[in-house]
T-cell receptor
């Protein structure tokens, strides 16, 4: 699992409330990602980070913000949760390979968020 | 726009049968990865192919990257109930950030 821990694993929240999901890694990898997974859409990138305080948007970033103040932690915040943000959220890290092995992406176990 | 199309999206077969799942795109990728995901868990990397025409084998699973690096296939021989899961392909652009583009996945059920 490359030392990835997501918290909380499950959360139910009300529309309009802020929510923060945390991803913690223990191996000091530079690249970290937040994806959401929804039926019919597969995995879609929300935001990613390529170092402390260096982040960028993915394909579905509206309504989300991220922060990375330490190498080991990548936080995803829903400023004002909406029902459309009900989803499973996965954190991932990238481990660089060499030659024909390519990069390896390791995913966390997921955070199930329900916005009611 | 879904850059990677997987087919079929669902497959239910009997133990011992063979199957092939396809991952197609009009875009060129520097690498193509296959993942397997079980309910309640994150995707787990099975293989990465990076060279056009490359074939990799992982026990009963055979992965192939198209010559033009736009498509890939996964063939499973003699499927087992333990192969049940969601199979995802993902394309990489080769940049250091490795922002992957995922297909929607193929849900496989292998019945005993």
């Amino acid at each position: 699992d490359a030392g990835i821990t997501q918290s909380p694993r499950h959360k139910v929240t009300e529309t309009g409330t802020p929510v923060t999901l945390r991803c913690h890694q223990t191996e000091n990898h530079r690249y970290m990602y937040w994806y959401r997974q929804d039926p019919g859409h597969g995995l879609r990138l929300i935001h990613y980070s390529y170092g402390v305080k260096d982040t960028d948007k993915g394909e579905v970033s509206d309504g989300y913000s991220v922060s990375r103040s330490k190498t080991e932690d990548f936080l995803l915040t829903l400023e004002s949760a909406t029902s459309s943000q009900t989803s499973v959220y996965f954190c991932a890290i990238s481990v660089f390979g060499t030659g024909t092995s390519g990069n390896t992406i390791y995913f966390g176990e997921g955070s199930w968020l329900t916005v009611v | 726009t879904q850059l990677l199309e997987q087919s079929p999206q669902f497959l239910s077969i009997q133990e011992g049968e063979n199957l092939t799942v396809y991952c197609n795109s009009s875009s060129v990728f520097s690498s193509l990865q296959w993942y397997r995901q079980e309910p309640g868990e994150g995707p787990v990397l099975l293989v990465t192919v990076v060279t056009g025409g490359e074939v990799k084998k992982l026990k009963r699973l055979t992965f192939q990257f198209g010559d033009a690096r736009k498509d890939s296939s996964l063939h499973i021989t003699a499927a087992q109930p333990g192969d049940t899961g969601l199979y995802l392909c993902a394309g990489g652009r080769g940049s250091g950030s490795e922002k992957l583009v995922f297909g929607k996945g193929m849900k496989l059920t292998v019945n005993p």
